[in-house]
């Protein structure tokens, strides 16, 4: 699973991935066709349950959850004609599985804004339109071939025929694909030609230093924008959140309380990321480590066994879970068993999140 960081240049998302990834690589220019190639990184997601787990069973690290990360260079309007680096960039869009889009929400002279002022709903438009052009070229391609093929009697062209056709109509009311109801078969047709407003994407508004909390009316319109199209909208401000991330772990403990951060605004976006991206967590503790997993919502245990190793899934025989709660009543995996409160989960189980498993395989 990957998300990808995307906006128009000079908003901020170089700072923003930096921050994100703690890498303390070369700033990029202040020029608007920068960073080329993605560039990827894998950011932790913080879970106050591992602490927990660990206060019964003491390992020796904890293992927080990961997301993977691409900073996809700056789009610009005309995109999908190929303006700026255009294509190349739609390219990368396509293979990942959520869109994070920083917009830029603060003010500052010395950042040129590449349409002149600061108004991040029009910069989510500007970009929005490129991804729905550049879907309909997709769509369009993809209906010329599905027709021929079609043509001669194959089943499932037919049934591409009809999915291109439902969602270009969709398109051309200038609306993404994100809100659209698909059935099963439609949805795996759909993810197969990696159409952009199809995915799902949160907002990350880039906010001055003097409004972290983003209460400002630039927020505010962001907010508004985000609830009409269904997504979410975390406020960071990506230059402070990069001074952060370069401190060790005293001095950023004062620096987030001279700011007024209950945690370095990074930690609310890689959790809200999971949860636009459909992820939960699951847990395994021993005393080499309490660790946390990401598997789909609806994964079942082979599924999630699988993520540790893909022997665990072929030679999955079953699952003992326990959860948190029963962890914080009885304080140890032994008590738990002993009350009777230790599940033994089969093949078909549906992984709940915060489960606590060991898993038994061949
Ligand atoms: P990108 O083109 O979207 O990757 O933008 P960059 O991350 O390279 O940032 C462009 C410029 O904006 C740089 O000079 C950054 O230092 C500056 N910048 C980024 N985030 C902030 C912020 O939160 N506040 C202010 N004042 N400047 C920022």
Not at 35 to 42: A, D, K, L, M, S
Not at 269 to 297: C, D, H, N
Not at 340 to 357: A, H, P, T
Request: a negative charge.
């Amino acid at each position: 699973m990957e998300a990808g960081i995307v906006g128009l240049p000079n908003v901020g998302k170089s700072t923003l991935f930096n921050a994100l990834t703690m890498s303390k690589a070369a700033q990029s220019a202040n020029y608007p066709f920068c960073t080329i190639e993605p560039n990827e990184g894998v950011v932790s997601v913080p879970d106050d349950r591992l602490r927990r787990i660990s206060q019964y069973i003491v390992p020796k690290k904890l293992v927080p959850a990961a997301l993977k990360l691409v900073d996809i260079a700056g789009i610009v309007k005309g995109a999908s004609e190929g303006q700026g680096l255009g294509n190349k960039f739609l390219t990368h869009i396509r293979e990942v599985d959520a869109i994070l889009q920083v917009v830029r929400c603060f003010d500052d002279p010395d950042v040129i804004h590449v349409s002149g002022s600061v108004n991040p709903v029009a910069d989510i438009e500007t970009i929005e339109i490129e991804l729905m052009l550049a879907d309909i070229q997709t769509l369009e391609n993809s209906l010329s071939k599905a027709e021929r093929t079609a043509k001669s009697g194959d089943k499932d062209a037919k049934q591409r025929v009809e999915v291109i056709k439902k969602c270009l109509a969709h398109l051309t009311t200038d609306q993404p694909l994100r809100k659209m109801e698909f059935d099963e078969n439609e949805t795996k047709l759909v993810s197969s030609y990696g159409l952009m407003t199809a995915k799902p994407i949160l907002y990350v508004a880039n906010v001055d230093e003097n409004d972290l909390e983003g209460k400002g009316k630039l927020v505010q319109d962001v907010r508004d924008f985000a609830a009409k199209v269904g997504a979410s909208v975390v406020p960071v401000c990506a230059k402070l959140e990069s001074e952060i991330a370069e401190l060790d772990e005293a001095d950023r403990a004062e620096m987030l309380e001279g700011a007024g951060l209950a945690e370095p605004a990074l930690s609310a976006l890689a959790r809200e990321a999971y949860k636009v991206l459909g992820l939960q967590s699951y847990f395994t503790a021993g005393e080499m480590e309490v660790r946390a997993w990401t598997i789909p919502i609806g994964a079942t245990a082979p599924q999630a066994a699988g993520v540790i190793h893909t022997d665990f899934e072929k030679g999955f025989i079953r699952a003992e879970v326990y959860t948190l709660a029963d962890l914080e009543t009885y304080k140890s995996e032994k008590e738990i068993r002993s009350a009777g409160k230790l599940r033994v989960e089969g093949k078909g189980y549906v992984m709940q999140d915060g489960d606590i498993c060991h898993f038994l395989f061949n």
